[in-house]
């Protein structure tokens, strides 16, 4: 089977005081909200299955964005700090890959790699100052790819 979740954003306004104007954030940093909201998000999969196996592979992607407020970085060879503003976030995306086997009627299997081609989650403001490391967690793991393992057996 085949398929694709997405969400294209036509709008993200928000306002301060009820008497001031609305500010669209939609596709940059808001330092109102402190985050992002991306124009497009999508999850792209196929999958194929046989009577004991599953194997998918999934595609998640998000648009670039702007960071137009300034905010302050920490260079990672002296240490500085640096405020940066106009930094644009390239589109990203990744590659999951799954296979699941049904070894007996109660007992599976299942193996996962999470961003299997190892790319380098994006920069995400929101998170400079955790122990992200600037990146977001739901996009991706800081530490790259990740292999995930399980066994099931149901009583």
């Known amino acids: 089977n085949m398929g694709v979740n997405g969400t294209w954003m036509l709008s993200s306004k928000y306002q301060q005081q009820a008497d001031e104007p609305f500010v669209d954030d ?15 998000r999508s999850l792209w999969h196929v999958a194929l299955q046989q009577p004991s196996w599953l194997w998918r592979a999934t ?3 998000t648009t670039s964005y702007n960071i137009n407020t300034e905010f302050q970085a920490f260079r990672m060879d002296n240490n ?21 086997h ?5 007992t599976s299997f299942r193996v ?12 995400d403001i929101s998170y400079s100052l955790s122990t992200n490391y600037g990146t977001n967690p ?18």
């Not at 390239?90 to 890959?97: V, Y």
């Not at 049904?102 to 109660?106: E, L, P």
């Open 59 to 61: 595609v998640r992607h």
């Open 26 to 40: 939609l596709n940059q940093f808001s330092p109102y909200s402190g985050y992002v909201v991306p124009k497009v």
């Open 138 to 155: 739901m996009q991706a793991n800081v530490w790259g790819r990740t292999l995930n393992m399980s066994m099931t057996h149901r009583f």
């Open 112 to 123: 996962g790699i999470e961003n299997a081609l190892n790319r380098q989650a994006p920069f």
């Open 102 to 106: 049904q070894w007996r009627r109660n």
């Open 80 to 100: 500085q700090g640096q405020f940066l503003k106009g930094y644009k976030v390239p589109a990203w995306w990744t590659l999951d890959l799954l296979a699941v």
